[in-house]
């Protein structure tokens, strides 16, 4: 039970010790390139993803979060995402514990814009291109409904 906290935390501790770049890094928002994934997500093994996601995805997504909101998000974690108790829910998404989504193009999405306008547009400009590309996905084709959607790793409502 101790040993998988303390691995990620070394590694993130490795990982910032690595990038003395990042303050410079915040000032520059549109020049950091967001590392994808080493090969295509669906082909890594679990290690490699709890890797990637200690190495990548953690400190960035702490980072855009603390930018958005540094109050509330002030304690950061895989939980976050993940939900308590993520490990011994294997990572699985969706986490109950995050705003359930409507359908694109519903009424209850339009709704869920209009309660929450700067939330909505945060994740949709900042949370999920960065989410994208940090996961190697596809970009979301409406016609298809394949793809990198916010629908994807929340809960749905209704
Ligand atoms: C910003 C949100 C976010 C944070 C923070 C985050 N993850 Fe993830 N994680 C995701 C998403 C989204 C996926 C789903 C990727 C997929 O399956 O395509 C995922 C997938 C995973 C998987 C693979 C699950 C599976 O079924 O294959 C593991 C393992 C994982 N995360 C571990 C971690 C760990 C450990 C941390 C903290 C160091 C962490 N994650 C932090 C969003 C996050």
Redesign the pocket.
Known sequence: MRSAPSL?LAL?LASCGASSAAPAAQTQTEAVVIPGPPRP?AELT?DE??AH??RE??PR?TELFAAYDATRYDA???A???GEG?REH????PNPALLPLHPTGSEGQHQTVRDHPEGVRFMYSR?MPA?QAL?G?PEYDASTGEGFSCYA?HPHAE
């Open positions: 990620a993130v997500w679990r993803r709890t996601m200690t995805v953690l997504m950061f974690t895989c976050t995402c993940h993520a294997d990572y699985a998404m949370v989410m996961l996905a790793w």
